[in-house]
């Protein structure tokens, strides 16, 4: 029996020590040359033997994926400003996004512009 839980535990530590180490590859970025290309093959390897049972690993996120997928759009105008373009005295093109912004005299002449 005694020999029973002695094999029991050290099973038990070297699972413990397996996925401490799993972890660690897997969440602590390792910055040194030879260390970063090991972290990045065990990484993808270990995708793919999970993808190999039909289970998708997930990697770890950065914060600026985070806030990136939670971030709500943008709110768009509903309705896009007219702009407006129309020639000067020294026929120069002049562009505005009103047409009070035209001067009277080229009001006439304003042409507003397609989208």
């Not at 401490?20 to 290309?37: A, H, K, N, Y």
């Amino acid at each position: 029996m005694l020999k029973l839980l002695r094999l029991l535990f050290w099973v038990v530590v070297a699972g413990a020590v397996l996925m401490g180490g799993d972890q660690v590859l897997m969440r602590v970025p390792l910055e040194t040359p030879g260390l970063s290309q090991v972290q990045d093959f065990y990484v993808d390897f270990r995708a793919r033997l999970l993808g190999l049972i039909g289970i998708e690993a997930t990697s770890p996120q950065s914060i600026e994926q985070v806030i990136g997928d939670n971030a709500e759009p943008a709110q768009q105008p509903a309705t896009k400003p007219q702009r407006y373009l129309y020639v000067d005295e020294s026929g120069v093109l002049q562009f505005t996004d009103r047409l009070e912004d035209v001067p009277l005299q080229y009001r006439k002449d304003a042409q507003p512009l397609a989208d």
